[in-house]
């Protein structure tokens, strides 16, 4: 049975008390905040005074707003372990009222920095050596004018953002607290739990008739609630739509790519080679069903393990060969992240009732960078582990090196990051000398990690550029024909070597939080391509390659993506990497073949 979150061991969980003591000082923080809203909107009007006005305007806002984030990611956190915690819950409630209201409260920023115009700022910057760093950010902001609003707009803008979030935390709270779902149940007639924390081992067990099971009933459920699914979906991109509409962008892909300065060409060939290259899943379904000895591939096949033996990997294990895959970015690094796994806490461990389902990482500058996950002493669990470390390690060096303006980075690269550890890990365990059924595992794992983010993410990256689309030129969505359209996608990729189920593959979109980030789901594909090719780099490159890449996880948000990727040795404005990141593909799927599994 699945613990409750009073049963969990402490040493399991997130270190709570390193942010706020207790819920009474998250309280008291909360209340100065709302209190101070007032004294650092007093800064509005007086940005154009002067050079020196304007630094001490810029720090206290900064530091307001590092305020506020630490209270609401503390509520957040809180909220995520424990879905029917009620307190908790009105507590991420109370922290995402007040960061829209803070947001509204300092709309007026770059309004009237704006106003003050770039070359008076630029002399400023040359008479006040503390507005240096500033340059970027102040470039950025210029090359965004035409699509920034006047100090009214950018405050409704600001104080939406809260009810904005509508969406995304109703379906959080449907499908996390308020689903129930049919017990799995196995060729023995036993009964096992499905719930968001279970689902993905259940999905890797070696008994089909409950992984068949668990998969219908986990989309069933979704499925009894399509009609509202779809509907808070599509709330969702109309609110997009209304945002890159008030920002004044021609359509919404435009502005989520504008935001980062990325050039269209690398969304449109990111899902050209894609599709190009759907025969190298179709060979895979063939590999897989024969190693499996099925007839028919079904969806809920694609995690089944290749052999009778599952290696097992306890959590402490996973943490030394993680660690152990990173030496070549330095004993620092790596001792950072088995530091953070083992003694700092960073890492809410194993699953239990009311978690949020999947994984990831979140923090902000002033804590450590937490991780939710539901660690299941398996290989994906592995995999799952050693990614979002990834996340947290460029958290880590971006927070330790960047001022607060650049302390956050952009999704794209996030991405890198994060697949870029597994593929580290990966390289380093088919190196050793490990067991045939562990490298099996390993390459499994590596398979299920391109899954997702090579043909799962590129998939709901159409489904959610059509939906747009369509919302976009006036039209109405439906569940049925959002459910009709991902069907055929999945067809596509699934070729002739996989049986479709089009219900329950075509709700899928339901099951994938990422949708209410629009256009996030790219990224995923961009990330694990760029990672890969980094990663090769610093495994064959030495110190210099490494080096490189540690100087990417620095930049934070004072580089635009693609500026800090090219400099640490690989161009996703280029076919090549997404190319490669196939190449690296199919060798998996030879190494598979070449194996020989079941048994």
Known sequence: MIPTRSEVNPQHTWNDVSVFPTVEAWANELAILRDGLAEVAGWQGRLAEGPAVLVEALSAIEAFRQRVEKVSIYAGLSAAVDRTDQAATARAGEASSLAGEAEGALAFVEPELLAIGQSRLAEWAAAEPRLAIY???????????????????????????????????????????????????????????????????????????????????YHDQYLAFKNTLASNL???????????????????????????????????????????????????????????????????????????????????????????????????????????????????????????????????????????????????????????????????????????????????????????????????????????????AVIEEAMANFHRYFLEMPTLALFEWEM????????????????????????????????????????RWATFGHLYADYYVYQYATGIAGANALARRVRSGGTDAAEAYLGFLRAGGSRYPLDALRDAGVDLTRPEPVEAAFEVLSGLIDQLDELGTGG
């Not at 109703?170 to 279970?198: C, H, I, N, Y």
Request: aromatic share 10%.
């Open 135 to 217: 340059a970027h950010y102040l470039d950025d902001l210029f090359r965004r004018q035409t699509h920034v609003r006047s100090g009214e707009v950018e405050e409704l803008l600001g104080l939406i953002s809260d009810p904005f979030r509508g969406p995304v935390e109703t379906a959080d709270k449907l499908t996390d607290s308020d689903f129930r779902f049919r017990p799995a149940v196995g060729a023995g007639g036993g009964e096992r739990p499905v719930t968001q924390g279970t689902i993905d081992d259940l999905l890797a067990s070696t008994d089909r008739d409950a992984r068949r099971s668990a998969w219908e009933n």
């Open 234 to 440: 599509s709330t969702s991109i109309k609110q997009n739509v209304f945002t890159a509409r008030a920002r004044r962008h021609a359509t919404t892909l435009d502005m989520a790519l504008f935001t980062d300065n990325i050039p269209a060409a690398v969304f449109h060939n990111l899902l050209a080679t894609f599709q190009r290259h759907r025969p190298v899943w179709h060979r895979y379904w063939d590999v897989r069903r024969r190693a499996l000895g099925v007839e028919t591939l079904h969806t809920y096949d694609i995690w089944a393990p290749l052999t009778a033996e599952r290696p097992a990997v306890p959590y402490e294990q996973a943490v030394e060969w993680i660690v152990a895959s990173l030496r070549p970015l330095g004993d620092e690094y790596a001792e950072t992240v088995r530091r953070g796994s083992l003694e700092e806490r960073w890492i809410d461990i194993y699953p239990n009732q009311g978690k949020a389902g999947g994984a990831f990482s979140w923090g902000c500058q002033g804590m450590h960078p937490f991780i939710v996950m539901s660690y299941a002493d398996d290989a994906i669990s592995l995999g799952t582990l050693t990614h979002e470390l990834g996340h947290s390690m460029h958290s880590h060096l971006s927070w330790r090196t960047q001022p607060p303006v650049y302390a956050d980075y952009s999704l794209f690269a996030a991405e890198v990051a994060s697949n870029f550890h597994q593929a580290m890990l990966r390289g380093y365990l088919l190196e050793q000398d490990i067991s045939r059924a562990l490298k099996i």
């Open 468 to 507: 747009h689309r369509r919302v976009e030129d006036g039209k109405g969505l439906t569940a049925d024909d959002m459910i009709a359209y991902l069907a055929d996608l999945f067809g596509e990729s699934y070729g002739d070597g996989m049986a479709l189920d089009r219900e329950r593959d075509g709700i």
